[in-house]
């Protein structure tokens, strides 16, 4: 069982707060296991972008709560469970704590192994095709959790 699960991408406005939202209602309130979300470069206190909010809300999980904020090396080490977005994240992680790359794997670690696409400025396709690839990347973690 992991406690502390951790969810990362670049900016904590798109990417990471769907995969977060969605894993903790996937899981439910029973679930024993805390699940947040934090950036590399995060926007920090800014909310969920409109479009990865409204896309969510479609999928009946409401991520308005969100807030933006720094990955910090105290996150890393009280986590349990590290999810990253890119191949390039998990490296980075690496780097800001070495210690914790034992623990760190890719959203998409049990299907294609691939980087989830950061949708950012792009039109709604993108975000719809990125929530797409999280929501595969969700599921496929929920039977090791």
């Given at each position: 069982?992991?406690?502390?699960?951790?969810?990362?991408?670049?900016?904590n406005i798109c990417r990471s707060p769907t995969a977060e939202y969605l894993l903790r209602h996937r899981l439910g309130d029973a679930h024993a296991s805390e699940?947040?979300?934090?950036g590399l470069s995060a926007v920090?206190?800014?909310?969920?972008?409109?479009?990865?909010?409204?896309?969510?809300l479609e999928h009946d999980v409401d991520g308005g709560q969100h807030r933006a904020r720094q990955l910090t090396t105290a996150l890393l080490?009280?986590?349990?469970?590290?999810?990253?977005?890119?191949?390039?994240?998990?490296?980075?992680?690496?780097r800001m704590a070495p210690e914790a790359t034992g623990k760190v794997f890719l959203l998409d670690r049990w299907l294609k192994g691939g980087d989830i696409p950061d949708p950012y400025?792009?039109?709604?396709?993108?975000?719809?095709?990125?929530?797409a690839l999280i929501d595969q990347g969700v599921s496929s973690w929920l039977r090791y959790l």
């Open positions: 069982m992991f406690e502390r699960i951790l969810i990362v991408c670049v900016g699940v947040t979300s934090a920090t206190g800014y909310p969920m972008d409109d479009t990865a909010l409204q896309v969510l080490r009280q986590s349990s469970l590290i999810l990253a977005m890119e191949k390039s994240h998990v490296a980075e992680i690496g400025r792009q039109q709604r396709p993108a975000f719809e095709h990125v929530f």
